[in-house]
Each structure stands twice: as structure tokens, then as C-alpha cells.
């Protein structure tokens, strides 16, 4: 018995297990392409940064963008955003901000963050002991959230040294701003 051999019956089951092999490549081509449009260019750090920037505006927070890569994100808060009345003790909502930005900076071993109150020299309407132990205990709840000490840096300026926005102006004379700086070294 003679089998017949048919040419189009041979190049219609061939293109079908070519298009079946090739079907999970292409599939796969097509999310990782789908996934790239999502992801945002940049360097590491400018993705730090805008989420850094979307967390804080999310809570209301006024944000500075760096200028330049090596520049930091600079956040500036009221005390009564931060604390609880006049204590040094930090609220819940802005405990979780912090913690949430101190998990997207521990990916970075150079990075570092600056913790700044601002306040009139002599203190005429605020209360500079406050104001410092403030300082002060957001440096220690960063580091104790991981961030490492010795890359956290705290400090209570007079107001002549502040150069954000203008809005802030009787928060800086007042002592009742504190501006976190989020350095990419």
C-alpha cells in the first residue's frame, strides 16, 4: 500500500506546532513588555524619591524635589503633624510615614537623612528645649527603625538658616517646623 504524502496537509501541522512552541515566548515577550511601560526610568534613587514624594504629599506633607541627582528630597512638617500636643511623643499616622521611608532608604548604604528644626534666635515664642528633644527623638525612632545611626543627622538651626518655602515662615520663627532631608549620600 502507497501512503500519500500531501505537501499542504505537512506545512499547515508544522506551522501549527511552530506557532504552538512559540506561543509562550511571544506571551512572555508581551507582559515583559507591558511591565517595562509600567516601570519608571531613572536610577535607583529617583524611584526612592518619587515615592518618597507620593508618600509625603499622600499625607499632606510639602515636598521639595531635588534639583539635581545627588540633592536631597526635602520634606517639611508642623510639630502638631509629628507629635502629640506638646510632647515629644510621635503619632501613629506620622510613625508609619516614617517607617515606610526609612524601608525604601535601607536599600541604599550611602544614603543618608537629616533631621532639622528651625526656631528664633533667642527663643522669644517657642519653647527651645522642646524643640530639641523633638529633634532628638526622631533621629532615635529612625534608628530604630533601621536606619544607621551614625547616617542620621539632627540638629536645631535659627530661623536666618532656613531656605524652604515661604509658607513656613511663621512655623520656622515659632519653632513649630521641622524639615526632614533625604540625602542620596
Avoid at 88 to 94: H, T
Wanted: with cysteine; charged share 20%; aromatic share 8%.
Amino acid at each position: 500500500m502507497k501512503t500519500l504524502w500531501n505537501p499542504a496537509l505537512i506545512a499547515g501541522a508544522l506551522a501549527s506546532l511552530l506557532f504552538a512552541a512559540c506561543l509562550p515566548t511571544a506571551a512572555a515577550e508581551a507582559i515583559d513588555a507591558a511591565l517595562a511601560l509600567e516601570a519608571p526610568a531613572g536610577t535607583p534613587w529617583q524611584h526612592i524619591v518619587a515615592s518618597i514624594d507620593s508618600r509625603a504629599r499622600d499625607q499632606g506633607i510639602t515636598t521639595v524635589s531635588p534639583a539635581t541627582s545627588q540633592a536631597p528630597i526635602r520634606l517639611f512638617v508642623e510639630t502638631s503633624t509629628i507629635f502629640r500636643g506638646d510632647s515629644r511623643e510621635i503619632s501613629p499616622a506620622f510613625a508609619d510615614l516614617l517607617s515606610a521611608l526609612v524601608t525604601l532608604m535601607q536599600g541604599q548604604p550611602d544614603a543618608r537623612i537629616s533631621v532639622l528644626g528651625y526656631g528664633d534666635s533667642p527663643a522669644v515664642r517657642y519653647n527651645p528645649v522642646l524643640l530639641g528633644l523633638r529633634v532628638r527623638r526622631l533621629r532615635t525612632f529612625l534608628a530604630n527603625q533601621g536606619m544607621p545611626f551614625k547616617q542620621i543627622k539632627a540638629s536645631v538651626k535659627s530661623h536666618e538658616h532656613y531656605d524652604g518655602p515661604v509658607e513656613f515662615a511663621q512655623g520656622v520663627a515659632t519653632g513649630r517646623l521641622i524639615e526632614l532631608r533625604f540625602h542620596p549620600r
